[in-house]
């Protein structure tokens, strides 16, 4: 029974991190894709036979009996629930399922049963946000739905989608001004090819706002511009010896300003298997067009461990000591992470 809940819940979740990959291509309507929409019933399938199968309650010769649909699925996890209502995951579970059946009012409904049990949960917020938007005539994110997006982003200011749905939110309200400021951050810290897309975007809601476009796509990092600062990165070889690290471990380098607000104004993100590494932070690394690194006079430069992938310092991440650079600097800085601090 261990054996199948484990390769039950990997399989969730793995299928659903393919689906919520495409959602940088989806456009601002929130209309999802329908390939995307046929993985998340897989995935919600895949889940759900495990919160109904994969239990206890699956001994009972009354319980045995799978269910052949996502329809049946959801009834017996909806009797589940009445039994136990206090069950986070199982309300998400619920919501994610009625929305794959477009049941948008019951999702929307779900969700919210779901965050008064963890309203600390971000993902669990921008979710709860995004259901109340598709049970709303036109995909709108009501005052309610932004309110939830704000405290998932109080909770983890750079959580992605969260991000995406308020600048949506923003633009649906008539501020494209707020809703490229929303987005801009999030063009270093995606993938290249999602940068690509969400860059029209951005342009897009900048024009509305009678504002010029987006500088040009900067060149590589190895094209050093003013300030452009060059750090090397290593792994202290004491803990590198007796620290065990995930092989998806990812790498930030991270710069910004002294005593100044957490949100970086430089970073570049790289694979635990580039260390050590040598690195360029420049112009190009900037997260915002309108703080660029070449304007600063000092700034704070770091190295981080994470293992969620996140640029959002999360419970379990290490750093490396901060190290205050005056620029222009003339000499590479050293980062080490795992030292004693």
Known sequence: MTVFVIAAAVLALGTLAYVLRPLWATRTSGRPLAGAALVAVLAMTTALLYALVGTPNALDP?????????????????????????????????????????????????????????????????????????????NRFDADAVALLRAALALQPMHQRGRWFLGIAQRQAGQPAEAAKTWEPLLTVVEAATATTLRPQIDAARQEAGLPPLPAAAAPASASGPNALTLTVALDPDFAARVRLRGDTTVFVIARVPGGPPMPVAVEKHPLSSLPLTVTLDDADSLMPTQKLSALKEIEVFARLSASGDATRQDGDIESAPVRVALPASTPVALTIGTAR
Request: glycine share 4%; no cysteine; hydrophobic share 45%.
């Open 62 to 138: 009354a319980q045995r009996a799978a269910p052949q649909t996502l329809a049946e699925a959801v009834t017996q996890l909806e009797a589940e629930l009445e039994r136990d209502p206090n069950q986070v995951e199982g309300l998400r579970l619920l919501g994610r399922s009625y929305a794959a059946l477009e049941r948008r009012a019951d999702a929307r409904d779900a969700f919210a049963r779901a965050i008064k049990l963890a309203p600390d949960d971000p993902d669990l917020l921008v979710e709860a946000a995004e259901a109340r938007a598709m049970a709303n005539a036109g």
